[in-house]
């Protein structure tokens, strides 16, 4: 069992947009605003869209943003397009020693 | 441009260690901006952070695989290695090596599959 809980599964259809929650506890999301997102596409490594709860890394489509209320992070991905199909999965800061947990991950499918 | 690159055996048997390295280039791991980590991923299943270390050598293991793991670090050769030991066919996943800091982990190796059989 994951640490943070994420939908297994989300879909939209091009152009449309769809957000993916990722809930935490007190002590990881709820305490920190260092939650990241990572796609990860099949056969490849996760790369790094969002960090910070809200931030782009340079070279990321400002169709990809971050939120988070409370101990609940959310991603929101506009304009769907087909690349935008892969695994989806969010991380907190948890303190020094736990340092990160992730979530379960988000299987992301453009119908 | 940071390049991360794991290596070591992709077989190994149930009760060894399973031991790889990761060696960074274009980039010092020596940087005192940065920790590096390992993270693994079962077939199928989500990313699991295992531990990181800081150049200096201090280590921060996940609790639920801590008595198993240690993480060393050599800068001189700009490396550093991931060995968990008593592994069980549970152990089977993918491992990532990975640089972070407190807000993100931004570079990642392409990954290596370690499969524990007999």
């Known amino acids: 069992q994951s640490a943070l809980t994420q939908p297994a599964s989300v879909s939209g259809s091009p152009g449309q947009s769809i957000t993916i929650s990722c809930t935490g506890t007190?002590?990881?999301?709820?305490?920190?605003?260092?939650v990241s997102w990572y796609q990860q596409h099949p056969g490849k490594a996760p790369k790094l869209i969002i960090y910070e709860v809200s931030k782009r890394p340079s070279g990321v489509s400002n169709r990809f943003s971050g939120s988070k209320s409370g101990n609940t992070a959310s991603l929101t991905i506009s304009g769907l397009q087909a690349e935008d199909e892969a695994d989806y999965y969010c991380?907190?800061?948890?303190?020094?020693?736990?340092?990160?947990?992730f979530g379960g991950g988000t299987k992301l499918t453009v119908l | 441009q940071l390049q991360l690159q794991e290596s070591g055996p992709g077989l190994v048997k149930p009760s060894e260690t399973l031991s790889l390295s990761c060696t960074v280039s274009g980039g010092s791991i020596s940087n005192t901006s940065y920790y590096w980590g390992w993270i693994r991923q079962p077939p199928g299943k989500g990313l699991e952070w295992i531990g990181s270390i800081y150049y200096s050598g201090s280590t921060y293991y996940n609790p639920s695989l801590k008595s198993r793991v240690t993480i060393s670090v050599n800068t001189s050769e700009n490396q550093f290695s991931l060995k968990l030991s008593s592994v069980t066919a549970a152990d089977t996943a993918v491992y990532y090596c990975?640089?972070?800091?407190?807000?993100?982990?931004?570079?990642w190796g392409q990954g290596t599959l370690v499969t524990v059989s007999s």
């Open positions: 007190s002590s990881d999301v709820g305490s920190y605003k260092l």
């Open positions: 990975a640089r972070h800091g407190v807000e993100e982990l931004d570079y």
């Open positions: 991380c907190s800061y948890a303190g020094s020693s736990t340092f990160w947990v």
